[in-house]
T-cell receptor, first 119, second 112 residues
């Protein structure tokens, strides 16, 4: 299995709802990432998990809450979102997040994304 | 922090011609430079990457060059085909921490 799987593919939610995005990989990767991508813009890093521990939080609002239950799963819990949070949320993984130059273990594999619409 | 600028924002070429996309980065400590291709509604996919210990890398019709002194790197696609049409993103990071910063993207259109 060489894929990163994200569910759901599409999600519509109101500003008072609580929902979760899920990401799964079975490549043995120990680093997992959440990116946010607005239309016609590049992906922006939100969170990095390394060995199931949060290693980078790019000053993301607390209405986004990441969780890494085990080395294969990454969740993003959503609560009290705003319409401007509507975007494509991309999960990615890599073998490691801290590597020697040239080892290749930091190459990202992206999932297909979850397209979120906040009404 | 790192800042990556990418040019041009759109590029139209005739099938069979070459396409060149250029990026500059600000942090001289960055040492990893991948290029991603994203087709409409699809995930970004790595097409080629280069590390700071080499100056050029080639994979069939795709090549990347890196000038560390000038802090810029470029993607070259030769013999373009309609299926090369997509958005291309450059990125830069330190391999330690793997915090990729992306350029704004280039929309490449290959006309047949």
């Amino acid at each position: 299995d060489t894929e990163v799987t994200q569910t759901p593919k599409h999600l519509v939610m109101g500003m008072t709802n609580k929902k979760s995005l899920k990401c799964e990989q079975h490549m043995g990767h120990r680093a997992m990432y959440w990116y946010k991508q607005k239309a016609k813009k590049p992906p922006e890093l939100m969170f990095v998990y390394s060995y199931e521990k949060l290693s980078i939080n790019e000053s993301v609002p607390s209405r986004f809450s990441p969780e890494c239950p085990n080395s294969s799963l990454l969740n993003l819990h959503l609560h009290a979102l705003q319409p401007e949070d509507s975007a494509l949320y991309l999960c990615a993984s890599s073998q490691r997040d801290r590597v020697r130059l040239g080892s290749g273990a930091n190459v990202l594999t992206f999932g297909a994304g979850s397209r979120l619409t906040v009404l | 922090g790192e800042n990556v600028e990418q040019h041009p924002s759109t590029l139209s070429v005739q099938e069979g011609d070459s396409a060149v996309i250029k990026c500059t980065y600000s942090d001289s400590a960055s040492n990893y430079f991948p290029w991603y291709k994203q087709e409409l509604g699809k995930r970004p996919q790595l097409i080629i990457d280069i590390r700071s210990n080499v100056g050029e890398k080639k994979d069939q019709r795709i090549a990347v060059t890196l000038n560390k002194t000038a802090k810029h790197f470029s993607l070259h696609i030769t013999e373009t085909q309609p299926e090369d049409s997509a958005v291309y993103f450059c990125a830069a990071s330190l391999e330690y921490g793997n915090k990729l910063v992306f350029g704004a993207g280039t929309i490449l259109r290959v006309k047949s």
